[in-house]
């Protein structure tokens, strides 16, 4: 199994541009999670996939973050425009239907907004 | 709601020392636990997890950890610390069958020489 594959690894952009970043999960998952990790405010829960249907974008930050997920296999989160405090890792993660079960974890997208 | 209060940003323990990282949850409805372990550019993997049943629960690399719910805490151990242990590890907590899971703030543990 290849895991919980993340592009790109790094990103660098300037501040106004639309920036795509792209997940695929471990087949036969069911849940998919997009989650931002920074040093001021940790791993934050930005959205979640059921079956490709959004459940909860409660952790979404603003309108300018829009994420989709049109099949089991590939998902992606869009910033547009993208500015300086949108700088973090971005983690994709997806487990398997059932009561708590444990998440598999991408290798993140490091994204620097200049 | 959730919650999770990790105490110690930073932890340092000698090597063959004792690793213990605290974990303190707040949970309205019974709690599934997890500790994840983050080593440098990589992402988050399970070390072990509590869902119901024994409340001393072992994981992998020789961690362990005890549910108290009279604490409220799911505290992480290991009885001799090696060099290859240094990494940040989170606590997180999912409300009973709920997959919203939240995380701590984590804890980076050094592994001095």
């Known amino acids: 199994d290849a895991g919980v594959i993340q592009s790109p690894r790094h990103e660098v952009t300037e501040m106004g541009q639309e920036v795509t970043l792209r997940c695929k999960p471990i087949s036969g998952h069911d849940y998919l999670f997009w989650y931002r990790q920074t040093m001021m405010r940790g791993l934050e829960l930005l959205i979640y996939f059921n079956n490709n249907v959004p459940i909860d974008d409660s952790g979404m930050p603003e309108d300018r973050f829009s994420a989709k997920m049109p099949n089991a296999s590939f998902s992606t989160l869009k910033i547009q425009p993208s500015e300086p405090r949108d700088s973090a890792v971005y983690f994709c993660a997806s487990s398997f239907k059932g009561r708590g079960r444990n998440l598999h974890f991408g290798n993140g997208t490091r994204l620097t907004v200049t | 709601a959730q919650s999770v209060t990790q105490l110690g940003s930073h932890v340092s323990v000698s090597e063959g020392a004792l690793v213990l990282l605290r974990c303190n949850y707040s949970?309205?409805?019974?709690?599934?636990l997890f500790w994840y372990v983050q080593y440098p550019n990589q992402g988050l993997q399970l070390l072990l997890k509590y869902t119901t049943g024994a409340t001393l629960v072992k994981g992998i690399n020789g961690f362990e950890a005890e549910f108290k719910k009279s604490e409220t805490s799911f505290h992480l151990t290991k009885p001799s610390a090696h060099m290859s242990d240094a990494a940040e590890y989170f606590c997180?907590?999912?409300?009973?069958?709920?997959?919203?899971?939240?995380f701590g703030t984590g804890t980076k543990l050094q592994v001095i020489p």
């Open positions: 997180a907590v999912s409300e009973g069958g709920y997959q919203k899971v939240t």
């Open positions: 949970s309205s409805v019974p709690p599934y």
